[in-house]
C-alpha cells in the first residue's frame, strides 16, 4: 500500500502488467455486476418470503443498480484522492459486509439498506476506478482490453445463476446470500493488482498518468505553463468536458439507456416462470444471455480495434443498443422456452457489445485525462433510471396483468437511445461536410484584386 516508484515515462505498455489490469477489472465486474444481475433470481424468494408485490419487491434490485451508479463519482473521488487500490478494496469490504447482513433480513425495509445501499455503495467504490485502469495502461488495443474485462458480467452471471439456483434450494436464500457475501470479498484482493505507471504521451509534453487516480498530469516541473501538482485533488478542471456538446448528447442519450436495459435481468426470469418455464429452465435462460454476453464483448472489443472499423466506434454502438431494444419489442410473443432461447442470444450478444463499447466510447469522446471522472458522471448518469425503471416495470405488471408493457417500455427507451445518438451524428456529420465544401470556394482577397489589375494593365500596355 505505500507509494511506488515510478518508471520513467513511457508510452502505454497494451500489455504487460496491464493483463493483470484487466485480471483485475474482470473479477471486479464478476463481483458487482453479474452479482448484480443475480438478484433477480431471489425476486420469487423475496415475495414469497415477505409477501409483497412486484413493485415492492422489485425496489431491491433497482436500489443496488441506482447505489453503484449514483455513487460512481464517489469512486472516483476516492481514486483520485488516495488510490485506486484503496478505493476497491474498501469497496470489497462494504458490499461483503452489506450481503452478510442482508443475510439476517426480517423484512424488505432491511434488504432495502443493506442489500441495496450499503452493497451498492461497496460496488461504487470498485466499479469505477477498476474500469478507468484498463483505459490507463491500454491505447491500441483499448476496446479488446475493455472487452475482455467486460466480459466478467457475462461469465459471472452464466456461472452464477445456476448457482446460485442451487445455493438457495440447498440453503434458502439466507445462505446463499452469506456465500455470496464471502465470494465478493474478493474484490479486495482485485484492489492489489492496481499498480501505478508513468506514461509519456508524445516527446514535447511527457505526462505522468498516475492509474491510482487515473489522471494524467506533467510529468516536469513546467510544460506549456502547467505545473506538476503533487497529488491528484479534485478541483473544475476535472470537469471541463461537461461543457462538451459531444458528451452532453452522449450523456442523455446514456439516459434514455439505463431506462431500458436493466428491465429485462430483473424481469425475464418471472416471466419465464409466468409462461410455465420450470425454475432450473429460467436460471438457465439467465446463463445463456451471460455467455452470449461475453462472446459480444470480446468479438465486439476485437471488432472495433481493427483499423478498418476504429473510427466507426460510436456506429458500432448505436447498432447494438438498437438492435437491442428491438429484441425487447419481440419477447412478448415467446411464450415457451425453445422461443425464450433466441431472444437471450440475441439480447446477451448485443448488451455485451454496447457495454465494452462505453467505455471505448467515453474515452474517444473526452480522452483519457478526463476518463475516470467522465466514467463517474456516466455511471451516475444511470442512477435515477436504475432506480425507477424497475418498480415502474413492476407497477405496469401489477396493472395490466402482463409483462407486456414493461418490456415495451424497455424495448423504446433503448431505441430512443440508439436514435438520439444516430441523429446527431447525422447533424454533425451534415455540418461538417456543409463546412468543408465552404471552405473549399475560391476566396477573392484584395491581392487577388491588385494581380488581377497588374495582369490587365501589362495586357494595355502590350496592346498599345
Request: glycine share 10%; net charge positive; charged share 10%.
Amino acid at each position: 500500500m505505500s507509494p511506488e516508484k515510478k518508471t520513467p515515462g513511457v508510452l502505454p505498455p497494451d500489455g504487460g502488467w496491464g493483463w493483470m489490469i484487466v485480471a483485475g477489472c474482470f473479477v471486479v465486474t464478476v463481483c458487482t455486476r453479474a452479482v448484480t444481475r443475480c438478484i433477480s433470481i431471489f425476486f420469487t424468494e423475496f415475495q414469497l418470503y415477505f409477501a409483497r408485490d412486484y413493485s415492492g419487491t422489485a425496489w431491491i434490485h433497482s436500489l443496488v443498480d441506482c447505489t453503484t451508479m449514483l455513487c460512481a463519482p464517489l469512486g472516483s473521488f476516492i481514486g483520485n484522492r488516495l488510490s485506486c487500490r484503496v478505493a476497491v478494496m474498501l469497496g470489497g469490504f462494504l458490499s461483503s459486509v452489506g450481503l452478510v447482513l442482508s443475510s439476517f433480513a426480517t423484512s424488505l425495509e432491511y434488504l432495502y439498506l443493506t442489500l441495496g445501499v450499503l452493497t451498492g455503495v461497496g460496488f461504487a467504490l470498485c466499479y469505477t476506478p477498476a474500469i478507468a485502469m484498463v483505459g490507463v495502461y491500454f491505447s491500441e488495443r483499448k476496446a479488446l482490453a475493455y472487452g475482455i474485462a467486460m466480459s466478467g458480467s457475462g461469465i459471472g452471471t452464466f456461472i452464477l445463476a445456476p448457482v446460485v439456483q442451487i445455493l438457495i434450494e440447498h440453503y434458502s436464500w439466507r445462505g446463499a446470500l452469506l456465500i455470496l457475501g464471502g465470494f465478493v470479498s474478493n474484490l479486495c484482493v482485485c484492489g492489489a493488482l492496481l499498480r501505478p505507471i508513468t506514461l509519456r504521451v508524445g516527446e514535447a509534453c511527457p505526462l505522468t498518468v498516475d492509474p491510482e487516480c487515473g489522471k494524467q498530469l506533467p510529468a516536469e516541473g513546467d510544460c506549456r505553463g502547467t505545473t506538476l501538482r503533487s497529488s491528484c485533488l479534485q478541483s473544475m478542471q476535472d470537469y471541463r468536458f461537461l461543457l462538451m456538446p459531444k458528451f452532453l448528447m452522449l450523456a442523455v442519450s446514456f439516459v434514455f439507456l439505463a431506462s431500458g436495459c436493466s428491465l429485462p435481468f430483473v424481469y425475464l426470469v418471472p416471466y419465464a416462470l409466468d409462461v410455465g418455464v420450470s425454475h432450473h429452465q429460467a436460471a438457465f435462460l439467465m446463463s445463456i444471455l451471460g455467455v452470449i454476453d461475453i462472446v459480444g464483448n470480446i468479438t465486439f472489443g476485437w471488432l472495433t480495434d481493427q483499423r478498418w472499423l476504429k473510427k466507426h466506434r460510436s456506429l458500432c454502438y448505436i447498432f447494438a443498443v438498437g438492435l437491442e431494444g428491438l429484441c425487447c419489442l419481440f419477447i412478448p410473443l415467446l411464450r415457451t422456452f425453445s422461443l425464450l432461447i433466441p431472444f437471450s442470444v440475441l439480447y446477451g450478444y448485443f448488451d455485451g457489445a454496447y457495454v465494452a463499447l462505453i467505455p471505448v466510447v467515453t474515452s474517444d469522446v473526452v480522452g483519457t485525462m478526463y476518463l475516470s471522472s467522465a466514467l463517474g458522471v456516466v455511471y451516475f448518469l444511470h442512477a435515477v433510471p436504475y432506480l425507477v425503471s424497475p418498480p415502474i416495470g413492476g407497477w405496469l405488471v401489477d396493472t395490466t396483468g402482463t409483462y407486456t408493457a414493461t418490456f415495451f417500455l424497455s424495448g423504446f427507451a433503448l431505441i430512443s437511445s440508439s436514435l438520439l445518438l444516430f441523429t446527431a451524428k447525422a447533424i454533425g456529420h451534415f455540418i461538417r461536410r456543409h463546412t468543408d465544401h465552404r471552405n473549399k470556394q475560391p476566396i477573392v482577397g484584395q491581392a487577388d484584386i491588385y494581380i488581377s489589375k497588374k495582369h490587365m494593365l501589362g495586357m494595355n500596355n502590350a496592346m498599345s
